[in-house]
């Protein structure tokens, strides 16, 4: 089967469109480190970040403090929030707790708040049962998935809008140790 030729055309508009707009960028964080689940507890979630979290929510503020970001929503979980208030602070934001971004939210919900932030760099950090589902509604709604996936604790999904569409999709770890090189 050939490929459709409008589909390449409709691709380099949306790039020349992100371009020319400066493009916008969305990091949807997946909460760092917080240590093991307990299915057993009514509260677990009230669960904090790990040592380890803690670390990497230093690694993300440093990576992300220049980026342009605006806003930084979250989970109203508190290890979301904990993963991003360092990050916030050095923005001199506050940090805004968003259901959408809940664990055990409809992924469709999430995505539908990506889509009205298009038009903002912002910070959205949600939980690993979500994030999944996000991915996977960006992909097949055209958004360009670039090298590898995953959903490691800490990790960043680096996604690139025209300010209308979400173009494109990349993945990238955040280590919990300091020397590690960030990917």
């Known amino acids: 089967m050939s490929p459709d030729p409008s589909g ?6 949306r790039c020349v469109r992100f371009v020319e707009t400066r493009g916008v960028t969305l990091y949807l964080i997946r909460h760092a480190d917080a240590g093991t689940r307990d299915p057993y507890s009514p509260s677990d979630h009230l669960r904090g970040l790990s040592e380890d979290g803690m670390r990497q929510t230093a690694r993300i503020a440093d990576r992300l403090g220049d980026a342009g970001v605006t806003r930084v929503l979250s989970s109203p979980y508190p290890r979301c929030v904990q993963t991003v208030e360092p990050l916030a602070r050095r923005l001199g934001v506050e940090v805004e ?15 539908a708040l990506m889509t009205a932030l298009a038009g903002t760099d912002a910070v959205l950090c949600s939980h690993g049962d979500v994030i999944p589902e996000v991915i996977r509604l960006l992909r097949i709604t055209g958004t360009v998935i670039n090298g590898q996936r995953g959903n490691a604790k800490g990790s960043i999904w680096t996604v690139t809008s025209d300010g209308e569409s979400l173009l494109t999709a990349e993945y990238a770890k955040t280590p919990r140790k300091p020397d590690a090189v960030l990917r």
């Open 8 to 13: 390449g055309r409709r691709i380099r508009r």
């Open 97 to 111: 707790p968003q259901p959408a971004l809940a664990e055990g939210a409809d992924g469709r919900r999430t995505f």
